[in-house]
């Protein structure tokens, strides 16, 4: 049974930081690109970013270059979201998900190839 764990979520101030990780298990890992969405109340979830299987490639939403890192330790199964400078908006439930690196269709990640999803961490960031 496959499962994404994330903690790291919280109450944080604007200008402030966050470090998100995502622990998978029963999951072939080092061939599963790992991303991170996002979904606030009344909006559509939305990919924050991506990380590709062996960490090569990184894909960013336009609000959060240069401000989010994604990275991933192979052997540990997990994938980390590190969030600078958090603004308001960046308010949401952050969801761990993984897509199967089994063809040119599974990157750049979206909401259609995502194999597994983790269950949700909140993120709320006060003005």
């Known amino acids: 049974q496959v499962q994404l764990v994330e903690s790291g979520g919280g109450l944080v101030q604007a200008r402030g930081s966050l470090g998100l990780s995502c622990a998978a298990s029963?999951?072939?890992?080092?061939?599963?690109?790992m991303g991170w969405f996002r979904q606030a109340p009344g909006k559509e979830r939305e990919l924050v970013s991506g990380?590709?299987?062996?960490?090569?490639?990184?894909d960013y939403a336009d609000s959060v270059k240069g401000r989010f890192t994604i990275s991933r330790d192979n052997a540990k199964n997990t994938v980390y979201l590190q969030m600078n400078s958090l603004k308001p908006e960046d308010s949401a439930i952050y969801y761990c998900?993984?897509?199967?690196?089994?063809?040119?269709?599974?990157?750049?990640?979206?909401?259609?190839?995502?194999?597994?999803w983790g269950q949700g961490t909140q993120v709320t960031v006060s003005s």
């Open positions: 029963g999951l072939a890992f080092s061939m599963s690109h």
């Open positions: 998900a993984a897509s199967f690196a089994s063809s040119a269709s599974s990157w750049p990640l979206h909401r259609g190839n995502i194999n597994y």
């Open positions: 990380i590709s299987q062996r960490a090569v490639t990184t």
